[in-house]
């Protein structure tokens, strides 16, 4: 189960770490191909976070988002492929951050070929994120395990037999002793009648 645990988490995060090595090897000065690609996409989200919500967006260099991706992804994933919750957290904030602004098929018609394209990769990454938060989830729902000293059993078996025949001896022979009845207990001494 431990094996099947970590390769499943090794393909999940391979999504991540492959994509950040990508742009992490396209990156060049400016940012590469996806600097290029997010600079409109982030135009359209910042104005659309201004005139919708009424929040000002500072400015950000465009290479600074692809930088900051690339950290979250490639760093989160590895973290992640060895079971740590920063790992999961830290592709959380990636997703949380990237989705609405890299798939924004509310900004096109429903008949036109870039809405269902960007549906569908909306939809992927959402059921990506999903995943995490399940395995945010899961992780938090276990107790850790606490490594417990095996404590040594005793030979209570030959001394409850032991103190069975004693009690059944005095029984007969000492009839001013009472016994208490459980088996094993030593008989208390009585009041004489």
């Keep these: 189960m431990a094996f099947t645990s970590f390769l499943g988490r090794v393909l999940f995060a391979s999504i991540f770490i492959l994509s950040a090595y990508q ?7 400016d940012g590469g191909l996806a600097a290029k690609a997010l600079k409109p996409k982030f135009g359209v989200f910042t104005s659309h976070v201004q005139s919708h919500a009424g929040i000002q967006v500072p400015e950000i260099e465009i290479k600074h988002l692809v930088s900051a991706a690339i950290f979250l992804k490639g ?14 957290y830290m592709l959380i904030i990636h997703q949380l951050i990237a989705i609405p602004i890299l798939y924004d098929f509310y900004n096109y018609d429903n008949e036109e070929k870039e809405f269902n394209q960007l549906f569908l990769k909306f939809t992927q990454h959402m059921a990506l994120y999903g995943a995490l938060l399940f395995f945010v ?3 938090n729902s276990f107790p850790r395990r606490l490594h417990k000293k095996k404590v040594p059993k005793t ?5 409850e037999w032991l103190l069975k025949k004693w009690s059944s001896c005095c029984k007969s022979i000492l009839p001013v002793f009472i016994m208490d009845g459980r088996a094993g207990d030593f ?7």
């Design 75 to 88: 760093i989160g994933g590895i973290l992640f492929i060895f079971g740590s919750s920063l790992g999961a």
């Design 137 to 139: 989830g899961m992780k």
């Design 155 to 159: 030979k209570t078996a030959f001394i």
């Design 187 to 193: 008989p208390s001494p009585a009041v004489l009648w």
């Design 23 to 29: 742009e992490f090897n396209e990156f060049g000065v």
